[in-house]
């Protein structure tokens, strides 16, 4: 098990030994150090923080900066707990793409794309009115009746309504590492990942 930060660079593509042409993304990952080994005695549960992006110190307010100092790491922009870790690394330890190993299995997370308050089309894929009318006949994208009359007078939670669509959470599982490069930290997974371009992701071995 092994886990990491990166960065979304961006997608491109690569033709497999037999000719197979795979769409992939590329992201830059690590290196991440160990900025502090949680457990249970001392903080209530097991877990290794780890560090991406290195900041300068003036960057960080007197809080952040001591904590940095307490446990001998330079200032880090990004801090993140993977529970996956514990019992793997030490202090000290700098975790990097060669953790890694072309045909590996992984998750990635990250905030996925916001695409700011969508109507029920774009939202909810609804085909619109079109033929089958709830007598909108000059408002082809509206979302119609939602059912609600004198019973039970009030909107169902859940119902497919327009509203803020994306940013959320996103988490892809089995995605495949079709090669590392460890010289310039970048690894190649296949298929698309959450997230924008140059947005932090989480990347976990499965």
Known sequence: MSAILGRKLGMTSVFTEDGTFVPCTVIEAGPCPVVQIKTKDNDGYDAVQIGYDVLPERKINRPEAGHFAKHDVQPHRHLK?????????????????????????????????????????????????????????????????????????????????????????????????LQVIPEENLLIIKGSIPGAMNSVVEIVKL
Not at 113 to 142: E, I, N, W
């Open 81 to 177: 707990e993977f529970r996956q870790l514990v019992d793997q690394v030490a202090n000290g330890d700098v975790l990097t793409v060669e953790n890694f190993a072309v045909g590996d299995k992984i998750k990635v997370s990250a905030d996925g794309k916001g695409k700011g308050f969508q109507g029920v089309v774009r939202r909810h894929h609804f085909g619109g009115v079109g033929m089958s009318t709830h007598g909108q006949s000059d408002r082809p994208r509206a979302p119609g009746s939602i059912g609600s009359s004198s019973f039970p007078s009030r909107v169902f939670k859940g119902m497919k309504m327009a509203g803020r669509m994306g940013g959320k959470r996103v988490t892809v599982r089995n995605l495949t590492v």
